[in-house]
């Protein structure tokens, strides 16, 4: 084709065209980008999605989330948050996320006891939650939480020394239920001996370390509580059960004479060897999410009596090298053998459960009971140490029935390496550092031969 003036002002006007054309495009296309996305996770295990259950719950929500997030100006951890909010966000659009950078609220990281930097606070419906660990199981679980129906009341004996659910001194539980009123689990105590009978409401029924003895009345209404169904959290220190007799053996528990002795503990720099670790978590939802150590000062061991109506799962278990010390803890302490005292490991808690049906006058469903030989542990004093407090909350959360507070599973993805056997690897070099470079040579060459031609 002969090139005239009037073909090339044709053929400028075609390409000004098509600039034109492809520009508006383009523009259209970012347009409609900003206001409608489409999100495709291809990944095997579906990682970047929000599992059914947190789907589910988030579409169940009435209101909206507020997320703050206490975070630096660090940009690959405000991306990785923003990431994991917008999950939610793609299911609720209320679902709202600010940063704070922590360094700037002193106060407020201080009231709200922030301890890890990108430690998430969530509010919803007046409740809130603070999540040193942003993930999506945390995060669905603290929403189960806080959109709990209506209160749930734990119901605390007293009269006979027990520890204070809303006392302020080193030995009461002030923080502890303070924790768990954010969730909607609040506290109250009942005298048996004033009162007669255990509150209708109660959800869990607390012993928590006695010091004298119960009336022999009182230890019947608690096991009549039992019979009819009734969840029960018994946190025995060391020492005799206080009138507590006929509840072990109701629940086929036996509390082991002295006090466990961890060896291990001196490895931590913890001079008091009444101190006793617990670093691995027998499979049971009260301990699923932790993985930090826990802690407990003065605790006694247990064993559970075969047989009988329940069924037991150890939850809490102490090192091999500790002991239950029958002496005195001065000087040189060792566990002696030959003697009553009993070598690691330990049981120091364990889960009962058996069906409703099995309960006289109960309606079905399922009775729980958990007993550990230590209430120090969730104390003001040492509820910080370690899990103690991811414990304390786990361990309430399971006895009010709340099941799918640990009911997200973990994801594990099995897409992040690739493997490719010895003949696709070479097929990849051939075709990819050979066949594609050769193709493209020729076909250039081809092109620029055919030009020289014309």
Partial sequence: MDITPRSRRQLR??????????????????????????VADWTAAGRNTLSQASSELIASLEGPVEVTAYARENEALRRHIRELVGRYQRIKPDFTLDFINPDTVPEQVRELDISAEGSLVLRYQGRQEVLANPAEQAITNALYRMARRG????????????????????????????????????????????????PDNTAVLVIAGPTTALLPGEADLIRGYLDRGGNLLWLE???????????AEQLGVRFLPGRIVDATTQLFGIADPAFALVTGYPPHPVTAGLQATSLFPQA?????????????????????RSWTELGGLEGDVRYDEGTDERPGPLLLGVALTRP???????????????????GDF?????????????????????????????????????????????????????????????????????????????
């Fill in 13 to 38: 006007l075609q390409n000004l065209a098509f600039l034109v054309l492809f520009l508006a495009l383009i523009g259209l296309l970012g347009w409609l980008a900003q206001r409608h996305y489409m």
């Fill in 151 to 198: 209160d749930r009341w734990l119901v605390f004996l007293a009269g006979h020394g027990e520890r204070d659910p809303a006392g302020e001194a080193n030995h009461d539980f002030g923080d502890w239920t303070r924790r768990l009123a954010q969730t909607g689990l609040k506290a109250q105590q009942v005298n048996l001996a004033a009162a007669g009978a255990i």
């Fill in 237 to 247: 220190d060391p020492g005799p059960p206080h009138g507590l007799e006929s509840l």
């Fill in 300 to 320: 006694a061991a247990l064993e559970v009596e075969p047989g009988g109506p329940w069924q037991s799962t150890p939850v809490l278990e102490t090192q091999a």
């Fill in 356 to 374: 409703l049906d099995a309960a006289p006058g109960a309606a079905g469903g399922e009775q729980r009971v958990l007993v550990i030989g230590d």
């Fill in 378 to 454: 969730l104390s003001n004093t040492y509820l910080g140490n370690g899990a103690n407090l991811d414990l304390g909350l786990a361990a309430m959360n399971w006895l009010a029935g709340d099941d799918r507070l640990v009911a997200i599973p973990t994801r594990i993805a099995p897409d992040l390496s690739l493997e490719l056997s010895t003949s696709a690897s070479i097929g990849i070099v051939v075709v990819f550092l050979l066949l594609l470079p050769l193709g493209l040579l020729t076909a250039g060459l081809t092109l620029w031969w055919r030009r020289r031609r014309r």
